[in-house]
């Protein structure tokens, strides 16, 4: 099986805005400090043929030209020691052009590379353009500890497993010290906003005595796409994160298995997140409210119940009836916890009602996004569905 390596590589400059992309831990263009060389430097010691694809993604299309000149000058060491090619948003035009000049305008206005799921679908189109039979996903801020990684992330896919396709397989994340367990923060508003310890607890599959097991949480980092799954199913470019974990729901939704193999993992060291607990949080409520409507959106049309389907402990805790309300406490306590002295400046009731209304604005201008988008995704699938397969053959992505 002729296999793709592709490593998305996200860079900011200067201070984020609100109008950039969100990443978790983009690379600051400033300084010397990057992840990518180590990544690279950890995939020469695999064995077999493959090639891999590094994609040079700006948090704003203005650095494009800023991200291209760095990350060739990163590259150029590993052109001689792995079979290297890179994708950047000059490219992306090229694509775009021709896809457009051989009467696929309509499939090309969808490409982007601007936020998590519009790049990993780029991820999964530029490797089966190229002609290769799956896309393994890894992120720049990890690292692959064995030679036979590609090996297991190839070994079950494409094979039948519960009577299906196995069209994906999720791998897992581990870290120096602890396995593949994450850090739980005893905060004030963990009580109720505790993600860390719901996906530790969902986590515990990985200890199962078989090798396969049917999950509800994937890793973008860690992911192998089959091509049949790339010509049925994309990623949704309107979930803010979390867009591995709502793939992975996707393509069992439209008939293939996606099983994780805990046999399979890679070494996971990423920097530190620039936007702390607001900014994340900003963005799993408009992940879960729109996550909850997608599937809403979708049981109506099936006739039929998803959302209790096998999503506890997580992301299931998080789909739920409650979840306004679970916004609303964990907002108001983070508040408590990280704003005390100003909110102890309130001389009335009013006041302190008032202090609180930014989560209310949080939440109301989230469940708005996700009545308004969460069906868009189920027409962008159609479209990539028709055209992708007609693809192959007829466009090659230009590559750096």
Not at 72 to 99: G, S, V
Not at 191 to 219: G, Q, T, Y
Not at 292 to 318: A, Q, S, V
Not at 320 to 331: A, P, Q, S, Y
Request: charge should be positive.
């Amino acid at each position: 099986m002729k296999a793709c390596i592709v490593v998305p590589s996200y860079w900011m400059a200067g201070a984020p805005s609100r109008r950039e992309a969100v990443y978790d831990h983009p690379t600051p263009l400033e300084g010397e400090f990057e992840t990518l060389t180590r990544c690279l430097e950890s995939l020469t010691i695999l064995r077999g043929e493959f090639e891999v694809l590094v994609l040079g993604v700006p948090t704003r299309l203005s650095l494009a030209g800023r991200v291209r000149e760095r990350l060739e000058e990163l590259l150029k060491p590993y052109r001689r020691r792995l079979n290297l090619k890179a994708f950047y948003p000059q490219n992306l035009r090229r694509l775009k052009r021709e896809l457009g000049e051989k009467g696929f305008a309509r499939f090309s206005s969808l490409l982007s590379m601007r936020g998590y799921g519009n790049v990993r679908n780029l991820c999964l189109l530029i490797p089966y353009l190229s002609g290769f039979d799956a896309a393994v996903l890894v992120d720049d801020d990890e690292m692959v500890t064995e030679s036979v990684f590609l090996d297991r992330a190839l070994e079950f896919l494409g094979r039948r497993w519960r009577g299906r396709i196995i069209g994906g397989v999720a791998g897992y994340y581990v870290y120096r010290g602890r396995g593949y367990r994450l850090r739980e923060e005893e905060t004030l508003w963990s009580v109720v906003w505790n993600k860390a310890r719901l996906m530790n607890e969902a986590f515990k599959i990985i200890d199962s005595p078989r090798r396969l097991n049917p999950v509800s949480f994937a890793f973008g980092g860690c992911m192998a796409i089959h091509r049949r799954l790339i010509e049925e199913v994309c990623f949704d470019p309107g979930i803010t994160r979390g867009e591995d974990i709502d793939y992975l729901l996707c393509a069992k939704l439209y008939g293939f298995e996606f099983p994780l193999d805990n046999r399979w993992s890679i070494l996971h060291e990423p920097p530190p997140k620039q936007r702390g607990f607001w900014g994340e949080f900003e963005q799993d409520v408009y992940r879960f409210l729109y996550e909850r409507e997608k599937l809403r959106f979708l049981e109506g049309k099936l006739g039929k119940r998803i959302l209790d389907e096998g999503l506890d402990p997580f992301p299931g805790y998080f789909l739920k009836e409650d979840l306004e309300g679970k916004i609303l406490l964990t907002g108001i306590l983070a508040l408590l916890s990280q704003s005390l002295e100003n909110l102890l400046q309130a001389k009335s009731l009013a006041q302190l009602c008032k202090a609180f209304k930014s989560v209310e604005d949080l939440l109301r201008r989230a469940s708005k996004y996700a009545v308004e988008n969460a069906g868009k995704y189920f027409e962008f699938r159609k479209v990539w569905a028709e055209n992708v397969p007609k693809l192959r053959g007829k466009v090659k992505p230009p590559l750096t």
